[in-house]
């Protein structure tokens, strides 16, 4: 009876000791898959970065784009008003365009904001402007230049 206890005492620990041993192999694995996934993580995020990062520069050329036609919109062709009446605000309207004044005799004052780009539209600011502006009797144009 002692022979078998011991030869299952025996078992016993053989068996313990095969399962620390694929625990260990399991650790192992499981470390080398941890490192296998952060080091894809951060070449998914590195990708993601320099798509974030050429988009946000392609926006920047836009908005730089815009500006630019902003300021040179009175001396494009087809700008209906003499470039000399024209007073550059920004915002949160583009110009206000003194219709005459430079030949002596002021005939209206006009409101234009400028805008460019194939998608352009009045920010909120812009709107409420508009919409005052119209319903106080003021002219108010709003001037569409490129499709970029």
Same mark, same amino acid.
């Given at each position: 009876?002692? +022979?078998?206890?011991?030869?299952l005492?025996?078992?016993?620990?053989? +068996?313990?000791v095969?399962l /620390?041993?694929?625990?260990?192999? /399991?650790?192992?694995?499981?470390?080398?898959?941890?490192?296998e996934? /952060?080091?894809?993580?951060?070449?998914?995020?590195k990708?993601?970065?320099?798509?974030?990062?050429?988009?946000?520069?392609?926006?920047?050329?836009?908005?730089?784009?815009?500006?630019?036609?902003e300021?040179?919109?009175?001396?494009?062709?087809?700008?209906?008003?003499?470039?000399?009446?024209?007073?550059?605000?920004?915002?949160?309207?583009d110009?206000v365009?003194f219709?005459?004044?430079?030949?002596?005799?002021?005939?209206?004052v006009?409101?234009?904001?400028?805008?460019?780009?194939?998608?352009?539209?009045?920010?909120?600011?812009?709107?409420?402007?508009?919409?005052?502006?119209? /319903?106080?009797?003021?002219?108010?144009?709003l001037?569409?230049?490129?499709?970029?």
């Open positions: 009876m002692s +022979w078998i206890l011991v030869g005492i025996f078992f016993l620990v053989l +068996w313990l095969i /620390l041993l694929k625990e260990k192999e /399991l650790r192992q694995k499981l470390s080398t898959l941890r490192v996934v /952060l080091e894809e993580a951060a070449l998914v995020i990708q993601k970065e320099k798509e974030l990062r050429k988009d946000a520069v392609r926006r920047s050329h836009s908005v730089i784009k815009g500006k630019v036609a300021q040179i919109a009175p001396y494009l062709p087809g700008f209906k008003y003499d470039p000399r009446d024209c007073r550059f605000l920004g915002s949160p309207v110009f365009v219709d005459g004044l430079a030949a002596g005799r002021l005939n209206q006009v409101f234009i904001e400028i805008k460019s780009g194939k998608y352009a539209r009045l920010t909120h600011r812009e709107r409420e402007v508009k919409d005052i502006l119209e /319903l106080k009797g003021a002219k108010y144009e001037i569409k230049t490129g499709q970029t």
